[in-house]
Structures are given as C-alpha cells and as structure tokens.
C-alpha cells in the first residue's frame, strides 16, 4: 500500500459526459502528480500541483482542469468525454516539489467510455 | 516532448533466467528511474540513479546510469514468478515531471 488513495477505482460512463476523479496524498506529501496510462500512448504526465498551486503542465487537453484543495487531496475533472478519454489514470505524491525524491503512486481509476 | 526508447517491448522467459532490459534518449540526464507496475497497481519505484557510471542493486535487481548519461540498463537475476509485471524507465524533466518509456512486458514460465 503506497499510502496514496484513489476514488473510483472504475468508472464507466458515456460520451460527453463529465467526472471527477479524486486522490488523497500520502500524509506530509505537499505534491500531487497526475498521469494518463493508455495502450498506445504510455504514461504521459498530466498536471502538478504543490500545495495548492499548479506547478507544471504535461499534455493535459483543455477538457480537463484539475486542483488541489486546502486539506491537500487532488480533484481530477474530465468533460466533454470521448471514447480516446477511456485509459487508467494515476496520482501520485511526493514531499517535495518535483519527484527528485521517491513519488509514490496510487493503484488508479479504469475509465472506461462508451 | 523527450522520449525515451525501451527495449524489449515484451520478454516471455523461463523461470531461473536472467533478464535484461535498457533505455535509452537523445539526451542527457542526470537521473534515471526504474520502475514495476504489477495488474491494478500504480508503478513502484525499484531503482533511482542519481550518477553517471553508477550501478545499484536492489535484491536480485540491478541497474546502471549509463556513462554518456543517455541510457540505463535493468538487470533482474534468477527470475522468479512475482518478477511479472510491467517495467518501465523514467527521467525526471525539469524538475517537476517523470517522463516515462513504453515499458518492458515480462512474461515467466514456470
């Protein structure tokens, strides 16, 4: 257990749909990193924020934001949903700001649209 | 974006062989990450380098930091079942992002 926790674990939904998806940070990490897992394009890097800021940008679309909030959890919104959207998504946490010290994932959400 | 070229894509090997497996980039930098995602699991860190030249072992893991800084080999010693998963390197870009290779399937037959 990475001690970083990820809600849902699934989620099925249809096109041009929106959900959240949430991440609760290891205790004391002040960083939260999302990720995008898909056959075809890897992990690719989303989003990361420190304590509440975003402090990086990856590949992420325009239909989707993200946050941090005050206690530290991560919200992960996706809109407008397309069936390319389907793929694994992960957070992760560290102490610091930048992963130079070990990021710790969480076990994911499946999306899945149909 | 920097892209990372893992090699191979899959390895279906009987148990008690040893694996290999490397990275590599046009570029150079200054750490290289080993990782293994298991099914329904998020990636976990084995092996961070931090040195060109450097060589880390982890049990029966060891990986090295290239010395042109461009590439990193992961070695896995007398495999064993639980060895199965996914491995993936990684390089930290700008400081703030893991970029990540395709990643190396391992398949063990028993």
């Known amino acids: 257990d990475s001690g970083v926790t990820q809600t849902p674990k699934h989620l099925i939904t249809a096109t041009g749909q929106r959900v959240t998806l949430r991440c609760s940070p290891r205790s004391g990490d002040l960083s939260v990193y999302w990720y995008q897992q898909s056959l075809d394009q890897g992990l690719q890097f989303l989003i990361q924020y420190y304590n509440g800021e975003e402090r990086a940008k990856g590949n992420i679309l325009e239909r989707f934001s993200a946050q941090q909030f005050p206690d530290l959890h991560s919200e992960l919104n996706l809109s407008s949903l397309e069936l390319g959207d389907s793929a694994l998504y992960f957070c992760a946490s560290s102490v610091v700001q930048g992963p130079n010290t070990e990021a710790f994932f969480g076990q994911g959400t499946r999306l899945t649209v149909v | 974006g920097q892209q990372l070229n893992q090699s191979p894509q899959s390895m279906f090997i009987q148990e008690g062989e040893d694996v290999s497996m490397n990275c590599t980039s046009s570029s150079i930098f200054n750490t290289w990450l080993w990782y293994k995602q298991e099914p329904g699991e998020g990636p976990v860190l084995l092996i961070a380098?931090?040195?060109?030249?450097e060589l880390t072992s982890n049990g029966r893991l060891t990986a090295q930091f290239g010395i042109t800084r461009k590439d990193s080999f992961l070695n896995i010693s007398a495999s064993i079942p639980s060895d199965v998963g996914i491995y993936f390197c990684?390089?930290?870009?700008?400081?703030?992002?893991?970029?990540f290779g395709q990643g190396t399937r391992l398949t063990i037959n028993p």
């Open positions: 990684a390089i930290i870009q700008g400081a703030q992002k893991l970029v």
């Open positions: 380098l931090y040195k060109a030249g």
